[in-house]
C-alpha cells in the first residue's frame, strides 16, 4: 500500500506554496496565503480519498492529488492548443481551479472531512481507511469548496467557476445539466471544463495505478521472503539430516556390534 514519508509530505506542502506564490498576486494572493495557513495543519494531512479502490486514500494524499491535477491540467491544455483546440482562459484561472476543485475534502473550518475509520469489519471487507466526518453539515465536495473561498474572500472569474464546478464531470448529478444540454445555447462556452476533468480523471488514475503497483511489489517482496524462509528451513533440515547419519555412523562405530 503506498504510503508517503513525512519529508515527501513536508516536500508536497513546500511545492504547493511555492506554486501558489508563483501564480497569484497582491491582494488574491495574500487571501490565499491566509486561506492555506489556517487549514495548513489538516490540509498537509488530509488524505484525497476515502478507500484504498479510490485514489490517495493516504496522509497527505489530498494535496499530491492536487499538485497532479496541476501538472496533468498545463499539460493537456497544451495538447489541446497544439490540436487547433480553443483556450481562451488564463493559466491562472486553470490553475486556480485545478488547486479548488477538491477543497472541500479538506472539512469545514474546524473540523475534517475524512477521519479514520475504526470498524475494522469495514476496513477489511470494504477497504475503507477513512470515513465521512458524520458531524459535518452535509454539502456536496465542490460547494464546500465555494462555499471556503467565499468565507476568505477569495473571489473567482467565470472560468474559474465553470472549472472548479465542474471538474468531477458527470461523476456529480448536479453537473448533468452543463454537460449534457440539447439547447446549443446552454453548451459550455469554454474548454476549462473539459480539460480539467481530463486532467483529474488522469490523475486519479496513474494515482491508483501507483497504488496497485505498490502493493504488487508489496506482496512480490513477501513472497520473496516466504520462498529464502522456506528454503532456509529446508536447507537447516537437510544439514540436520546429514547430521543425524553421521552421528548414527559414529555411534555404530563406537557402540555398535562387532563381529
Request: glycine share 6%.
Amino acid at each position: 500500500m503506498k504510503q508517503l514519508t513525512e519529508q515527501q509530505i513536508v516536500d508536497n506542502w513546500n511545492k504547493l506554496i511555492q506554486l501558489i506564490e508563483d501564480t497569484f498576486e497582491g491582494e488574491r494572493l495574500e487571501k490565499l496565503k491566509t486561506m492555506y495557513d489556517y487549514f495548513e495543519d489538516r490540509m498537509s494531512i488530509a488524505p484525497a480519498s476515502g478507500k484504498a479502490a479510490y485514489h490517495n486514500a493516504m496522509v497527505g494524499g489530498y494535496v499530491e492529488h492536487v499538485l497532479h491535477v496541476v501538472d496533468s491540467a498545463i499539460q493537456i491544455k497544451k495538447l489541446w492548443e497544439s490540436n487547433g483546440g480553443k483556450i481562451d482562459f488564463t493559466d491562472e484561472e486553470l490553475i486556480f481551479a485545478a488547486l479548488h476543485h477538491d477543497l472541500g475534502k479538506v472539512g469545514d473550518l474546524n473540523q475534517d472531512y475524512y477521519i479514520p475509520q475504526d470498524s475494522e469489519w469495514h476496513r477489511k471487507n470494504r477497504g475503507e481507511i477513512f470515513k465521512h466526518n458524520p458531524n459535518l453539515q452535509y454539502m456536496t465536495v465542490t460547494d464546500r469548496a465555494i462555499f471556503l473561498l467565499n468565507h476568505f474572500g477569495i473571489s473567482m472569474s467565470e472560468h474559474e467557476f465553470i472549472g472548479l464546478r465542474l471538474t468531477d464531470g458527470l461523476y456529480e448529478e448536479a453537473n448533468k445539466s452543463y454537460y449534457i444540454s440539447y439547447n446549443p445555447d446552454w453548451s459550455l462556452k469554454s474548454n476549462i471544463a473539459y480539460i480539467l476533468h481530463q486532467a483529474d480523471s488522469m490523475a486519479t488514475h496513474i494515482e491508483y495505478d501507483q497504488w496497485m503497483r505498490q502493493d504488487e511489489e508489496y506482496s512480490e517482496s513477501v513472497k520473496a521472503k516466504i520462498l529464502n524462509t522456506t528454503q532456509s528451513k529446508e536447507k537447516k533440515n537437510n544439514n540436520n539430516s546429514k547430521l543425524s547419519e553421521k552421528s548414527q555412523d559414529l555411534f555404530d562405530e563406537l557402540f555398535g556390534d562387532k563381529k
